[in-house]
């Protein structure tokens, strides 16, 4: 059974910073590729950041420069580190996982809240 379970959310403060986490399990890991979206109320859900198993990283342009995608596959682990963080950012993050042989596996979500 698949499983990606987000952690690390939370309120934080305009200009703080938050690690996101995303640990997953029943996929052999290093061979796919990992991404963040974010779905803010009201709005679609959309793509944050990925990064490939090779390690090539993509990232949304409202997010340059401030987050960070990295991966762990010795502890099958994607993290997300957000810095100066903005209001704009608050949303539920989602982790995905995706190899082109199988279906996308999305994790339950994490809230992110910036505010003062």
């Known amino acids: 059974q698949v499983q990606l379970v987000e952690s690390g959310g939370g309120l934080v403060q305009p200009g703080g910073s938050l690690r996101l986490s995303c640990a997953a399990s029943?996929?052999?890991?290093?061979?796919?590729?990992m991404g963040w979206y974010r779905q803010a109320p009201g709005k679609q859900r959309e793509l944050v950041t990925t990064i490939t198993s090779g390690g090539s990283t993509n990232y949304a342009d409202s997010v340059k420069g401030r987050f960070t995608i990295s991966r762990d596959n010795a502890k099958n682990t994607v993290y997300l580190q957000m810095n100066s963080l903005k209001p704009e950012d608050t949303a539920v993050y989602y982790c995905?996982?995706?190899?082109?042989?199988?279906?996308?596996?999305w994790g339950q979500g994490t809230q992110v809240t910036v505010s003062s």
């Open positions: 995905n996982a995706f190899n082109p042989a199988t279906v996308p596996y």
């Open positions: 029943g996929i052999i890991f290093s061979i796919y590729h």
